[in-house]
């Protein structure tokens, strides 16, 4: 069974302040992604990877950064949080390899900036 | 770039009703692969069912969805809704560029309410 966890589950942060969201997986998938879900909006890529070391910017990467330093960890990393970055995040894990494209995602995480 | 519509925001059913959730797409790409994924409250989204093949029905779960790329079209259906559909619905595109991202483009999500 695929397994994507995320730490922490919640976090409350300051305005200003640096927050690391950290994502795990234990499927062995190449590729690594990181969302926000906002209501009207829907799943928006922040950031992915390809594997061990490389970080691609997704369709949203402005106030984020990611970092990929194994197979299994992807974090974003909110350098200056603003209010506006209060949204749920969610990792996801895939393999493009074989057509397959399916995306295994963690729990989310529910990040509040005051 | 690639695009994905989900007209209805919210969808409001009585338990029994069918179902139907509409989703058109958008890519340059002849051989797009189209998602649904569902996302049921304090869960993780999770796929639903697939498809890459022209006027193939694909079922799961009760659910079943017919990818027509004359229309770009993959809408949801099931026959009779219950309770336990009560959920949030993505339809996703598949990233077809080439560069093998394995990157999926949302629609905005369509919540489904199934009332008694």
């Known amino acids: 069974e695929a397994a994507v966890t995320q730490s922490p589950r919640n976090k409350v942060a300051v305005t200003g302040g640096k927050v690391t969201l950290s994502c795990n997986q234990t499927?062995?998938?190449?590729?690594m992604y990181w969302y926000r879900q906002d209501t009207g909006h829907g799943l928006r890529l922040i950031h992915y990877s390809y594997g061990a070391g490389s970080t691609e910017k997704g369709d949203i990467p402005d106030g984020y950064k990611a970092s990929r330093p194994s197979q299994e960890n992807f974090s974003l990393i909110l350098e200056l949080a603003t209010p506006s970055q209060t949204s749920v995040y969610f990792c996801?894990?895939?393999?493009?390899?074989?057509?397959?494209?399916?995306?295994?995602f963690g729990p989310g995480t529910r990040l509040t900036v005051l | 770039g690639d695009s994905v519509t989900q007209k209805e925001g919210l969808v409001t059913l009585t338990e029994g009703l069918p179902v139907m959730l509409n989703c058109t797409y958008q890519?340059?790409?002849?051989?797009?692969?189209l998602f649904w994924y569902v996302h049921y409250l304090n869960e993780s989204p999770r796929l639903l069912l697939k498809s890459s093949t022209d006027n193939k029905r694909t079922e799961h779960q009760g659910f079943h969805a017919t990818l027509h790329k004359s229309s770009s079209s993959f809408h949801l259906q099931k026959s009779s809704a219950q309770l336990s559909d009560s959920a949030l619905y993505y339809c996703a595109l598949s990233d077809f560029s080439g560069a093998n991202t394995g990157k999926l483009t949302f629609g905005h999500g369509t919540i489904l309410r199934v009332h008694p």
């Open positions: 499927n062995n998938h190449n590729n």
């Open positions: 890519t340059i790409y002849s051989n797009a692969f």
């Open positions: 996801a894990s895939g393999d493009a390899g074989g057509g397959s494209y399916e995306q295994y």
